[in-house]
């Protein structure tokens, strides 16, 4: 388990550092005035719908393997409990 999360950790971190270098590559002379999006060329028009979505995608996931990581948890300790639970009554029974 501690494995997957290191995984996990690893990937989103070159993702973002991923994402960093290609943003920061190259600075952009500014803008004197606003132009619609229709008249910039194909390589300055970023949609935003698929990064968006990406983002809410990743986001569900961690929040969904980390509910997932307590459930295992939780279940571990559970059966913990039952063991001590049983191993007592055994010890009351036997004094």
Known sequence: ????MRAA????????????????AQPQP??????????LPPGDQMPAAPLLIAAYAIVWAVVFGYL??????LSTVEREMQE???RADAGEQDS
């Open 84 to 86: 001590l639970a049983r």
């Open 9 to 24: 950790t690893a990937v989103i971190l070159v993702l973002v550092m991923a994402a960093a270098g290609v943003h920061g």
């Open 30 to 39: 500014p803008q004197e005035e606003f132009v619609p999006i229709d008249e």
């Open 68 to 73: 997932w990581s307590i459930w295992r948890r």
């Open 1 to 4: 388990m501690n494995g997957v």
